[in-house]
T-cell receptor, first 113, second 117 residues
Framework: AQTVTQSQPEMSVQEAETVTLSCTYD???????LFWYKQPPSRQMILVIR??????QNATENRFSVNFQKAAKSFSLKISDSQLGDTAMYFC??????????FGQGTELSVKP | GAVVSQHPSRVICKSGTSVKIECRSL??????MFWYRQFPKQSLMLMAT?????????EQGVEKDKFLINHASLTLSTLTVTSAHPEDSSFYIC?????????????FGPGTRLTVT
């Protein structure tokens, strides 16, 4: 069975600083996709970043980057220059062969002024 | 592009009644749609996967007679909560995808908050 684990239920960071959210996963597949989603207080799910497992280069999207360690099955999200609008629940997810998303438990991030 | 809407955004219904939630892909054809349930401060739990024109596939533990899913067209899927009870109160989210495999991105609707009194 495929699993996704986020071991940090809550985190906080000062505005303009950097924070890293952790995620580990387990899958027996050799090719797969990993995602980070953001869910702000509006509860709209927003795709932050996507990583294809066969690509060794870590994905980046502006202030968001990942550290993808395939052997360790680790997929952490780094947010640089944190902004108040980054306050949200963050979910790590793995998609299975049938297209189903398997979500981690989530990390609630608070950015403090 | 890739906008998904849900209607209603909030609904309050009395115990024992049924309520229907619509999920529409506004600017693309959604071969596959997914329905999730989310409790406060918790993760999304997949309830079922529906493909246009065929019966939905329900996840283990989800009552198919209670949560009726219809995916009648490439732009519309509906979730009907039948004989709702207070324990069905939750946030329901749909997502839509152009295909059923893992290379297809899921686009999420804004969610529907259901309260059963």
């Amino acid at each position: 069975a495929q699993t996704v684990t986020q071991s940090q239920p809550e985190m906080s960071v000062q505005e303009a600083e950097t924070v890293t959210l952790s995620c580990t996963y387990d899958t027996s597949e050799s090719n797969y996709y990993l995602f980070w989603y953001k869910q702000p207080p509006s509860r709209q799910m927003i795709l932050v970043i996507r990583q294809e497992a066969y690509k060794q280069q870590n994905a980046t999207e502006n202030r968001f980057s990942v550290n993808f360690q395939k052997a360790a099955k680790s997929f952490s999200l780094k947010i640089s220059d944190s902004q108040l609008g980054d306050t949200a629940m963050y979910f790590c997810a793995l998609v299975d062969q049938g297209g189903k998303l398997i979500f981690g438990q989530g990390t609630e991030l608070s950015v403090k002024p | 592009g890739a906008v998904v809407s849900q209607h209603p955004s909030r609904v309050i219904c009395k115990s024992g009644t049924s309520v229907k939630i619509e999920c529409r892909s506004l600017d693309f054809q959604a071969t596959t749609m997914f329905w999730y349930r989310q409790f406060p401060k918790q993760s999304l739990m997949l309830m079922a996967t529906s493909n246009e024109g065929s019966k939905a596939t329900y996840e283990q533990g989800v009552e198919k007679d209670k949560f009726l899913i219809n995916h009648a067209s490439l732009t519309l899927s509906t979730l009907t909560v039948t004989s709702a009870h207070p324990e069905d109160s939750s946030f329901y989210i749909c997502s839509a995808s152009r295909g059923g495999g893992r290379s297809y991105e899921q686009y999420f609707g804004p969610g529907t908050r259901l309260t059963v009194t």
